[in-house]
């Protein structure tokens, strides 16, 4: 338990699932500050980790005075010399140091294991965030851009012929799991979040309400799984007046890489979400990833917004937080 702070703001840890009224609560918190803000403050695996037993994470939640839930960080503990969060703080309790308790929080969790250094998501980069990161000497150290294509402006061509012996076909849920989850760990090796994701990750957002098994394509040769691409459709209200579709992840195998697979599928995935009457699709790509990126604007897509991760390379405590969001 941290202490109060000058806002009698007393933050509370817990490790293991919510309980179904503290998620509750984290989700009302959420959707308060996504209504302000107008962007989203907390991304879609630290939602799906608030009741998850598997996950290797710990719960900030911050309580004012009152007892209502002000704000709220998650801190995944799984890896070891880095420990990724993401932090919300309520519109009714910002500046008066709600953020500043969290982030102290968070650097204690992430402290436990020697040489470990925070890094938190701050989605679309608004300014008080990133005022915050400068009051607390956290430098911008990623970059995610989201990036758009309005398929009325770019209409696709046809897809990009599968290399020889390579057929696609749709996941079959309860069969094609491990086999998808072993090519993906694979495709994503270095990837500090889309590497790790484990079977109870993979089975959460099959039971999500967007998912469908029709557009999670898989790209085989004589058995064989060589790689795949998920689509994700995002209904009306979630990033706009109408549906929204995304290509989700994008994976070859590293034995399969150098065909033209990854090109392929993306079109594929594509012409489903097409297909499926969207007018517009969005993907995430690394801002470093400049082979990704030109190869994504060539099709059509075009930066349309940004996430930053702020970090230090020195473990332990803030220092000279001086404004809170």
Do not use: C
């Amino acid at each position: 338990m941290v202490e109060p702070t000058r806002a009698q703001v007393a933050v509370d840890a817990r490790r293991g699932p919510l309980d179904a009224e503290a998620a509750d609560a984290v989700r009302r918190l959420a959707a308060d500050a996504t209504a302000a803000d107008g962007i989203a403050p907390i991304s879609e695996q630290p939602l799906l980790w608030l009741q998850d037993p598997e996950a290797r994470v710990e719960h900030l939640l911050a309580h004012r005075g009152d007892g209502n839930l002000a704000g709220y960080a998650q801190v995944d503990v799984g890896a070891v010399t880095t420990a990724p969060a993401e932090l919300v703080v309520h519109p009714a309790a910002r500046r008066e140091g709600v953020a500043s308790a969290l982030l102290e929080a968070a650097h204690a969790t992430a402290a436990r294991e020697p040489g470990r250094t925070l890094r938190v998501w701050a989605h679309g980069a608004l300014p008080a965030a990133r005022a915050f990161a400068a009051s607390t000497r956290m430098p911008v150290v990623r970059e995610l851009w989201r990036m758009r294509l309005d398929l009325g402006r770019h209409p696709l061509s046809a897809p990009r012929p599968l290399p020889p012996h390579v057929t696609v076909r749709p996941f079959v849920p309860g069969e094609d799991e491990e086999a998808w989850r072993r090519v993906n760990s694979r495709a994503f090796a270095h990837h500090p979040e889309q590497g790790r994701m484990t079977s109870a990750d993979l089975r959460a957002r099959e039971a999500e309400p967007w998912f469908d098994p029709a557009g999670f394509l898989l790209a085989e040769r004589e058995g064989l799984l060589l790689g795949s691409v998920w689509t994700k459709v995002h209904a009306a209200g979630e990033l706009g007046d109408r549906p929204v579709g995304e290509i989700y992840v994008v994976g070859v195998d590293p034995d399969a890489q150098g065909l033209g697979l990854g090109g392929a599928l993306t079109d594929r995935g594509l012409a489903y979400l097409a297909a499926a009457g969207m007018q517009e699709v969005i993907l995430y790509t690394g801002a470093e990833n400049e082979v990704a990126i030109r190869t994504y604007r060539r099709v059509g897509f075009e930066r349309s917004a940004v996430d930053v991760m702020f970090g230090s390379d020195t473990p332990g405590s803030p220092h000279g937080a001086t404004m809170a969001p």
